[in-house]
């Protein structure tokens, strides 16, 4: 064998079981193998001229650190929020591993501040506010990094792993894997074939379409999942204030009058920006994020509103049901984001440049294209999200109002859940699978607790 271990993917997860594995072991041979560049080839051309020229693969979303690099460094120190390791780990232990990680992330340089502990009363009047309006208020403490911060922080993680021997290759894209005669793992085909006695797989939301091709090719077991499908929302920084402070990040369920679905807030960025990132090299969808420094922060405040489906027999692909309606959306705006105003949304017509002009808030994502998102979402996704916005518009004032601006798509493909044992080995033994592509975990910190189960597993 070539290696003890080889992971695939250099996102939170991958990175978390190297450092795991080579602190309890460091005699242990790791190889990563990664889509992307290394972090300090991570340059997206699109934050010195504005306009995204769809570099391939994205450096927003592949490269050390992985969907991390770029994200808002937002570090959930809840085991509530991020995924579902309470249910594979327990609460309490979930709880232990978060608080572990969090001690790495601060040794490696993160910020000592933890947003909401300290906000007692304004908590509890927005609960009051929440509960007036069915809406559910989920409470997270938030470390928040920042965009540039957390770049630095992986930047430095990279460093490290690259001191105590991990062997890092970078635009080295894994296309299968290698069985035994005995269907046991024998390694990896990327440019070549790597060997391993174990190998993990760890390719993010990004990988999670390739990984779900590599199940049905291997017979891995999987279950379906859900998909979040919903909007940007984006609104002046005034209109969020009292969320903001008090909170940073305010994590709200509804479950929308008329379908029942479940929608809820996601990834707010208080003073943000609303990005692009693409999926399969080509698939626009939208997003959000915000750096540390004050003199980077924009005016506005976005999150996702995101409607949660859940299929049932006999369709099991909501992936291609999300990619879909992100490509619909795609096909209407020329391979770009689509922005509407909530009172166009309303009122069924498409948002206009003239139309735009009229607001106070100015959009962030500069290159998004005036559109009308009824031409792509389906109703009752439309319909929850309107509901939601009405909802919203009790513990936010104003947020409901025309010019609050809508962008869309986004989606979250989680929805490939492969079936884990043993620690998160798959039906192929020494196969393992963890973070956001395997179903297992939907935020940093969780992805990273994730590694380090694994590699404790694996040492
Ligand atoms: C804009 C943005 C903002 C975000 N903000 C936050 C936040 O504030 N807080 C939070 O908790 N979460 C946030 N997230 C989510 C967070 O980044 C992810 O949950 C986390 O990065 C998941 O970690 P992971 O290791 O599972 O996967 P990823 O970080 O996606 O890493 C997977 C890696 O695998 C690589 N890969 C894929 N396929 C292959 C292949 N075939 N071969 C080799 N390599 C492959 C990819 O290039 C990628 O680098 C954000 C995400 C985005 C996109």
Request: net charge neutral.
């Amino acid at each position: 064998m070539d290696y003890d271990v080889i992971i695939v993917g250099a996102g939170p997860c991958g990175i978390f079981t190297a450092l795991e594995l080579k602190k309890l072991d460091p005699n242990k041979n790791i190889l990563i193998l990664e889509k992307g560049n290394s972090i300090s080839k991570r340059i997206c051309p699109k934050r010195k001229t504005g306009v995204c020229v769809n570099c391939k693969p994205c450096n927003i979303t592949t490269g050390f650190a992985g969907a991390g690099a770029y994200s808002d460094g937002k570090l959930s120190l809840s085991p509530d929020v991020g995924g579902n390791l309470p249910e594979y780990l327990g609460y309490e232990k979930t709880r232990e591993l978060i608080k572990y990680v969090d001690e790495i992330y601060l040794k490696f340089g993160a910020d000592n501040k933890i947003y909401g502990i300290d906000k007692d009363k304004e908590i509890q009047e927005i609960r009051k506010k929440a509960i007036r309006s069915n809406l559910k208020l989920v409470e997270c403490p938030i470390r928040h990094m920042g965009t540039e911060e957390g770049y630095a922080i992986y930047g430095r993680i990279e460093e490290h792993l690259e001191k105590i021997g991990v062997d890092l290759m970078f635009r080295t894209p894994v296309k299968d894997i290698i069985l035994d005669e005995n269907r046991k793992i024998k390694g990896v085909i990327a440019d070549k074939e790597y060997y391993a006695d174990k190998v993990v797989i760890s390719v993010g939301r990004e990988g999670s379409d390739w990984l779900r091709h590599l199940c049905i090719k291997h017979d891995i077991d999987t279950e379906t999942g859900d998909v979040d499908i919903g909007v940007r929302v984006e609104t002046r920084n005034e209109i969020m204030e009292e969320l903001n402070e008090a909170m940073y990040e305010s994590k709200l369920i509804y479950y929308a009058p008329t379908f029942d679905d479940k929608v809820r807030t996601f990834c707010s960025n208080p003073g943000g920006e609303v990005s692009t990132e693409y999926y399969d090299e080509e698939l626009a969808v939208v997003n959000g994020h915000s750096y540390k420094a004050e003199e980077l922060k924009s005016d506005n405040t976005n999150f996702a509103l995101l409607v949660t489906k859940h299929f049932t027999k006999p369709f099991n692909s909501p992936i291609e049901y999300g990619m879909h309606i992100a490509k619909l959306g795609n096909m209407l705006s020329g391979h770009k984001v689509l922005v509407q105003r909530y009172g166009d949304y309303k009122r069924g017509r498409r948002t206009t440049e003239e139309r735009l002009y009229r607001n106070n808030i100015i959009p962030t994502l500069k290159d998004a294209v005036p559109g009308d998102l009824s031409l792509v979402l389906p109703y009752r996704i439309l319909k929850s999200i309107d509901d939601m916005l009405i909802a919203l518009d009790n513990v936010a004032p104003g947020l409901a109002s025309d010019e609050t601006l809508l962008y869309g798509v986004e989606v979250k493909f989680y929805s490939n859940k492969v079936v884990t044992r043993n620690g998160f080995e798959t039906n192929i033994p020494n196969l393992f699978v963890g973070g956001d592509g395997a179903g297992i975990t939907r935020g940093l910190m969780q992805a990273s607790v994730n590694g380090v189960v694994l590699g404790r597993k694996l040492s």
